[in-house]
């Protein structure tokens, strides 16, 4: 199966720095990257959709400034959430769509999340 | 918009038993559906999809899942459960006509030894 490398695994930061997360896919080409949101014991938010060479488009509600979205090639987006602050912690998944099948039900390869924690 | 419900928080099935998890979900045409797996701290590991065709739709490890239009449902069902079954699954939906997939909200698994 298709395989999305996230990093870091585990991040932890002072409250106001920057933090990048990176999301690769590591045998396919994905056209398209989602990243999301979990708090605990919760579903998935959907954060922003991510477009290869394009800007991201953000869900109602999501900072754009906060969590400033990049999809430089077909194999990686990076996510920076931007001055964080404690209320930034949380899970952060992202997941791929492997090029050509967006026309198609297309299911999501994910990336085994990262964790913030923003003291 | 699409929507997807799973009515509950948690299952709690003994080993050796079928178990059943519920989804619904709204769509405005017709829909993709799909049936996550997430391990704790871990991302999400895909285990079925239905697009079209076959309503009884066959996964990984020994998981199936049911579609029915009329109920507009999509349960995640298997035979018989082991306890390494335990973990928090995800059903999402997606329109046909839209990009996105949403989740719904997670059913906690509980298999008893």
């Known amino acids: 199966g298709a395989v999305v490398s996230q990093h870091p695994s585990w991040v932890i930061c002072k409250s106001g720095t920057s933090v990048k997360i990176e999301c690769r896919s590591l045998?396919?080409?994905?056209?398209?990257m989602f990243w999301y949101r979990q708090f605990p014991k919760q579903s998935l938010m959907l954060m922003a959709t991510?477009?290869?060479?394009?800007?991201?488009?953000?869900e109602q509600g999501v900072e754009k400034d906060k969590f400033l979205i990049n999809h430089a090639s077909l194999t990686l987006s990076t996510l920076t959430v931007t001055s964080a602050h404690p209320e930034d912690s949380s899970f952060y998944i992202c997941?791929?769509?492997?090029?050509?099948?967006?026309?198609?039900?297309?299911?999501?390869?994910f990336g085994e999340g990262s964790r913030l924690t923003v003291l | 918009a699409q929507s997807v419900a799973q009515p509950e928080d948690q299952v709690n099935v003994a080993e050796g038993n079928p178990l059943t998890v519920k989804c619904t979900y709204s769509?405005?045409?017709?829909?993709?559906l799909f049936w996550y797996v997430q391990y704790p701290n871990r991302g999400l590991q895909f285990l079925l999809k239905?697009?079209?065709?076959?309503?009884l739709v066959k996964g990984s490890y020994g998981f199936e899942a049911e579609f029915n239009k009329s109920q507009t449902s999509f349960h995640l069902k298997k035979p018989s459960a082991l306890v390494s079954d335990s973990a928090l699954y995800f059903c999402?939906?997606?329109?046909?006509?839209?990009?996105?997939?949403?989740f719904g909200k997670g059913t906690r698994l509980h298999i008893l030894p």
């Open positions: 999402a939906v997606r329109d046909m006509g839209d990009d996105k997939i949403i």
């Open positions: 991510s477009n290869e060479g394009s800007k991201a488009t953000y």
């Open positions: 045998d396919f080409q994905a056209t398209t």
């Open positions: 239905y697009i079209t065709g076959d309503n």
């Open positions: 997941s791929a769509r492997r090029a050509g099948t967006s026309g198609s039900a297309g299911e999501l390869f």
């Open positions: 769509v405005s045409g017709n829909p993709y």
